[in-house]
């Protein structure tokens, strides 16, 4: 019988956390009972716990006319149960798995944060950690722990770590651990972004090789939104009470609204272009949503299926926004939600990734806004509008 292997321990990264928020995959008998906070090896953090899945033979899964992968994952699916019917890369749920029990517990950090002077920090184990640096530890658990990563690159320090997983048949991870710490205080959403590459490359390859890419995202609720290279559709869990991830919302279209995030807003003192698609949206009475904290802002044009969001460059306020860690992964999660990415001439998910730092101006939107932000910027557009957008003329 052909079996597959979920992981993680519930609860064993969290050793401080209440019972309610330390189970739900498995039962607390499955916890190491000799974990403790100073035994945070990643043997303990995720060990103890495989378990066997119901074989592959009862997945629900068919190939539609155009050969895309269609699976039948339901809404109220657990996260196992959606990663089941929808991939049979078992070391990729193994990892998707991992990194959603990482983001349960940076959820519980960024939650219980004590915040004052410069930094919002946490204890883990014996230590009080300000809470990016904890998420780049805890990510950086999660990845060894999956045994199928050979690199994992943070932002913090963009340089690859060995998690001496295989190459071949493994993936490479990079990951923005704590997007937004600036606004942790302010009691902001903020965010968790990575992005998985098949093999041992970050550089030389691009955002369209990813095969699944997702973010966490630490608001009121606690959301893991993913989505896989042959799976249609951006996927919306919901962190419950109990520990578990719960289906909630697949997003398969981006349609036109008016709504705008814009960043880097100070670009439009010396780049005349941005600042008239800046005039364009007020004159047009779009709605502004900005919260400064790119996962939320980019998050809820997949749950509201409309919006733009732009982080434009100009002389004086250089494009910040890093390629591989951050534009990358969410232009996955925006394209296979049905929208639309640019960097003012192309898909972001087009560009090859030079180097780890490399920094790009980005748009993620419907059509029409991308070709509006494409045309206005740079006096046309790659892709077709049926009638004129405005703003360019
Ligand atoms: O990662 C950088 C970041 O904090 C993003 O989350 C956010 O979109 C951007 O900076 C905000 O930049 P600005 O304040 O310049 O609009
Ligand atoms: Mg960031």
């Not at 990510?139 to 999956?146: G, V």
């Amino acid at each position: 019988m052909e079996t597959g292997i979920a992981c993680c321990a519930r609860g064993a990264l969290l050793p401080n956390v209440s019972s309610q928020h330390s189970t739900g995959l498995v039962s607390p008998r499955s916890v190491s009972p000799s974990f403790s906070s100073r035994s945070l090896k990643s043997s303990s953090l995720f060990g103890e716990s495989l378990r066997i899945m119901p074989p592959r033979s009862s997945l629900k899964a068919s190939k539609s006319k155009n050969s895309s992968l269609v699976t039948k994952c339901e809404i109220g699916d657990s996260l196992e149960e959606f990663l089941t019917k929808a991939t049979p890369d078992k070391g990729l749920i193994r990892l998707m798995m991992c990194m959603g029990e990482a983001l349960r517990t940076i959820s519980f950090k960024v939650r219980t944060a004590s915040c004052g002077g410069t930094a919002c920090v946490n204890s883990f184990g014996d230590e009080q950690l300000a809470v990016d640096l904890l998420a780049n530890n805890v990510l950086f658990e999660a990845l060894k722990y999956s045994h199928i990563v050979k690199y994992g690159c943070s932002e913090e320090v963009p340089e690859l770590q060995d998690m001496e997983g295989p190459a071949e048949g493994g993936f490479s991870v990079a990951f923005d651990p704590l997007d937004g710490s600036s606004i942790v205080d302010t009691n902001f959403t903020v965010g968790t972004i990575f992005g998985v590459w098949p093999g041992d490359k970050l550089t030389g390859v691009t955002g369209r090789d990813q095969v699944a890419a997702a973010m966490g995202i630490f608001g009121p609720r606690t959301t893991y939104v993913l989505a896989l290279k042959d799976l249609p559709g951006t996927h919306e869990f919901l962190l419950l009470d109990e520990g578990k991830w719960q289906h909630v919302k697949d997003t398969t279209e981006i349609g036109e609204g008016k709504m705008f995030s814009p960043g880097n807003l100070r670009a439009t003192s010396d780049n005349p272009d941005y600042a008239k698609l800046i005039d364009y949206y007020v004159r047009e009475k779009y709605t502004l949503r900005y919260t400064g904290g790119m996962v939320p802002d980019v998050n809820q044009i997949i749950v509201k299926e409309k919006g733009i969001f732009t982080n434009v460059a100009s002389p004086s306020a250089k494009a910040k926004l890093r390629l591989l860690f951050e534009v990358a992964p969410l232009g996955f999660l925006i394209e296979k939600a049905g929208g639309y990415s640019s960097d003012g001439n192309k898909s972001v998910l087009d560009k090859v990734i030079n180097s780890l730092d490399d920094r790009t101006q980005v748009a993620y939107g419907s059509k029409n806004e991308i070709i509006r932000f494409e045309e206005t910027l740079y006096g046309s557009s790659r892709l077709k509008a049926p009638e004129p957008v405005g703003a360019a003329a």
